[in-house]
């Protein structure tokens, strides 16, 4: 036990990760060329490198090895064994030596390298979670009229009109691109569909034909400001074939419902993205090569703390959307869905009640995160829990006052002094709570979005070169640095040492999902199809 002890020890200190590539193996490993012959101390290595070489090992790329310098482990273990030298010193030497090579060795090996695969793959899901949080809680546009474009060349554009709340008015398809070249008769269509339905924003999928299209739409001049945004398709053409889709949009196919998902997406990611696997939506590093039960489970509870923090529209949230509200579920989330359509929309939280196998403690759970606009009371389009409604009453009655009196005037609630209405139930965080909430009852949490614009001088990454300056959006965001979309169908990587001109631990500190970017070209290697781009000044 010894031995075992000063050996796990000495990994724990000294253990370096090797990888080699396996013979013939040159070409069809090319990928993971930077492996080919890699060392690094264990403890230094970062998640990102140690799963990329164990993806290339599974593959049988690579061959890995962890351990620390073999002679310094022998001299550990002789000290243990040896006690000067005499006739038996020379045989009890090779014990050692073939004890440690045999039977330690590869036991302490199997057990560091699965240490550092776990550790790995926490890094990996930890940034997973962080990315989905950020991407879920993107900036909205709000209820607006939007016309949504999936860009295409031979296959055309599919153009759908959606109103505010997101449900589908129109679709048809327009070939302003190569080999059709309807340019004019798509002008005409999307001017025609632009005041027809009122539309006051154009989405534009970011998939194939996404650069001209927008470009096309640019070119427009409409008789009213129009916002143009590009956004994302990740998980969209997933959503599209789903189950969800057919249920939504059974007499439509794949294209239109991808080109439905787009626009609403811009409209209320957060509830657009939660009909889609979280797996899906392309933010993830190594998410394939990690514990699967463990990715999901993170993945859930990212997912239920975004919907409960932004709150829930009771009368118009999907089932999706409610499946995700603390103390709900999937089931209480049907029979709320089918709940309103046979009884029709909410008036008060107090009528949820009234749906069936939702229970006191349910309602506990969810009533809070569930908001109704126009509803009965005027709290019931806050966050404020129906529970805490009688103490704002008080309040207001103390100030012989209404509670919309109260929530309007600001005059009122600084009247109010807080430590009249602790209680042993209610404590003063509760109450500072409740005033937070009635300054601004139902606030949206996420920040306002923003128009953004690609460089119109470059559309492919064959038109970048070093030292250009570019507008940019973060894409995703890894332990090793940001990748940029710079508008040229291939994201470029700000490695964490070009994020800024200090120094950097974690690019969380320096960038966002999603954030608005000026980066400078710094190479291009168009034949790996990878940029290297820089944002210090």
Do not use: W
């Not at 027809?196 to 001209?212: L, M, P, Q």
């Not at 569930?370 to 100030?399: C, F, Q, T, W």
């Not at 965080?429 to 949490?445: C, F, N, Q, S, Y």
């Amino acid at each position: 036990m010894k031995a075992r002890e000063v050996i796990r020890n000495l990994f724990d200190r000294e253990a370096v990760i090797v990888s080699k590539l396996v013979k013939g193996k040159e070409e069809a490993a090319a990928k993971y060329r930077d492996y080919f012959e890699f060392s690094e101390p264990l403890k230094r290595c970062p998640s990102h490198r140690v799963l990329a070489m164990r993806r290339a090992e599974k593959e049988g790329f690579l061959k890995i090895s962890v351990a620390p310098e073999s002679e310094h482990a022998l001299e550990c273990l002789n000290r243990l064994f040896l006690r000067g030298r005499n006739a038996a010193a020379e045989q009890v030497e090779k014990a050692v030596e073939d004890a440690y090579k045999r039977l330690l060795a590869p036991s302490i090996e199997n057990e560091f390298a699965a240490l550092s695969r776990e550790k790995a793959e926490l890094g990996a899901i930890q940034v997973f979670a962080s990315n989905l949080r950020q991407l879920l809680l993107s900036s909205p546009l709000g209820q607006k009229r939007v016309l949504a474009i999936d860009p295409g060349y031979r296959s055309g554009c599919k153009v759908v009109c959606l109103d505010a709340q997101g449900n589908l008015l129109h679709n048809e398809t327009i070939y302003p691109h190569a080999p059709q070249n309807e340019t004019k008769q798509a002008y005409k269509k999307i001017d025609t569909l632009v005041e027809a339905y009122k539309i006051d924003a154009i989405a534009i999928g970011n998939g194939t034909a996404s650069r001209e299209t927008e470009s096309f739409i640019r070119n427009m001049r409409f008789n009213k400001d129009i916002l143009v945004f590009v956004v994302s398709e990740d998980g969209a053409s997933v959503y599209s074939a789903s189950k969800t889709a057919r249920e939504e949009f059974p007499e439509y196919d794949v294209t239109v419902r991808g080109a439905v998902s787009i626009g609403r997406r811009l409209m209320d990611p957060l509830a657009e993205l939660v009909k889609i696997d979280p797996k899906s939506i392309g933010v993830g590093q190594y998410q394939h090569d990690v514990d699967q039960g463990r990715l999901r489970s993170s993945l859930d509870q990212v997912v239920e703390s975004c919907v409960n923090m932004v709150g829930v529209e009771l009368n118009t949230a999907s089932h999706h959307l409610l499946t995700y509200v603390s103390g709900l579920g999937p089931q209480l989330a049907k029979n709320i869905v089918e709940y309103r359509s046979e009884i029709g929309a909410f008036s008060s939280r107090k009528e949820l009640k009234k749906v069936p196998r939702l229970g006191a403690r349910a309602f506990e759970q969810s009533a809070g995160f569930l908001r109704i606009s126009g509803g009965k009371h005027p709290l019931d389009n806050s966050a404020v829990h129906p529970e805490a409604y009688g103490i704002v009453e008080k309040m207001a009655a103390d100030l012989n006052c209404r509670v919309d009196d109260l929530i309007k005037e600001k005059d009122l609630r600084q009247q109010i002094d807080l430590k009249r209405y602790v209680t042993d139930k209610v404590g003063m965080p509760t109450l500072t709570d409740i005033m937070a909430e009635l300054e601004k009852p139902g606030r949206d949490p996420r920040s306002v979005i923003k128009v953004f614009e690609f460089s119109p001088d470059v559309r492919s990454i064959e038109d970048l070169r070093p030292g250009m300056k570019l507008p940019g959006i973060v894409t995703n965001i890894t332990n090793f640095g940001a990748f940029v979309d710079v508008g040229v169908k291939q994201d470029g990587l700000v490695h964490i040492s070009q994020l800024a001109n200090r120094f950097v631990s974690d690019p969380n500190d320096v960038v966002a999902l999603h954030q608005h970017v000026e980066v400078t070209v710094v190479e291009v290697d168009a034949a790996r199809k990878r940029i290297q781009l820089s944002m210090k000044e």
